[in-house]
């Protein structure tokens, strides 16, 4: 597991970075002229797990804040999880594994396009998430790193307080379809998963993460209205004195 004080370093380089990619202009406008926030949900995941029968679900909500270039983003879900399935191994034995909690994720996203009244957004950007959650094993079968090593006791895990982060490189885009509404979708790599207090058994589900992989995409699309902070920053270059 990396050592916290890394991800620190980690996080703060690739935030420098994005901030270094903004003009000077963008920059300084930025710094104290914030154009609006935008308030979103994500309504990629309740679909998702709808089509899986008793799997449980999981609810997002998004709100982001535009400084010219540069966008202010945090996340917020929610959720319970829910697998069952056999193992052809053990006999058909069934097990069940169940995970609830909740996750944030925050971060900045920098705009490739070209600042328009309409606040169209086309963006990469870097985020940084941690998972808090309770999860429960019930099964006949224990593993070790060659197989089935145990096919008739019965394995009642349960595990309170478990705690996961990561880092996840993100593109995405937000567009406006009407008045104050506008529709997006962001395109997720999530790396350097960390875990905590997972002591009694592998977390087979993370909130926020999904399966327990060393790598993993995810896709949020989002429903958004935009709340407009009363335009840009006034101009800061000097008006031409009128003689006659």
């Known amino acids: 597991m990396t050592h916290p004080r890394t991800y620190r370093y980690i996080i703060s380089g690739c935030l420098l970075a994005l901030l270094l990619a903004a003009s000077p202009t963008a920059w300084g406008k930025s710094r104290y002229w914030p154009t609006g926030i935008q308030l979103s949900t994500d309504i990629a995941s309740p679909i998702y797990y709808g089509l899986y029968e008793g799997i449980g679900g999981q609810h997002e909500f998004n709100a982001a804040i535009d400084f010219a270039k540069i966008m202010l983003e945090g996340d917020y879900g929610f ?10 191994r053990a006999t058909k034995t069934k097990s069940k ?5 909740k996750y944030f994720r925050v971060g900045l996203n920098y705009n490739l396009l070209k600042d328009t009244p309409d606040k169209n ?9 941690m998972s ?21 006791a019965a394995v009642s895990e349960h595990q309170k307080g478990v705690s996961a982060n990561w880092l996840e490189a993100v593109a995405g885009v937000k567009v406006k379809v009407w008045r104050f509404l506008y529709v997006g979708g962001t395109v997720r790599y999530k790396f350097w998963l960390g875990m905590d207090r997972a ?16 790598q993993r995409f995810g896709f949020s699309y989002y429903l ?12 800061t270059e000097s008006t031409p004195a009128i003689t006659q």
């Open 224 to 235: 958004s209205v935009r709340i407009p902070f009363g335009g840009d920053a006034p101009s």
């Open 97 to 101: 594994y169940r995970s609830s909690g």
């Open 132 to 152: 808090f959650f309770d999860d429960w094993l019930t099964s006949k079968i224990s593993y070790d790193s060659k197989g089935v090593i145990d096919n008739g």
């Open 199 to 214: 002591d009694r058994c592998r977390p087979y589900d993370i909130l926020g993460w999904g399966l327990n992989e060393e």
């Open 79 to 88: 959720g319970a999880i829910q697998w069952e399935g056999t193992d052809k």
């Open 121 to 129: 957004a086309a963006f990469l950007g870097v985020r940084y998430a």
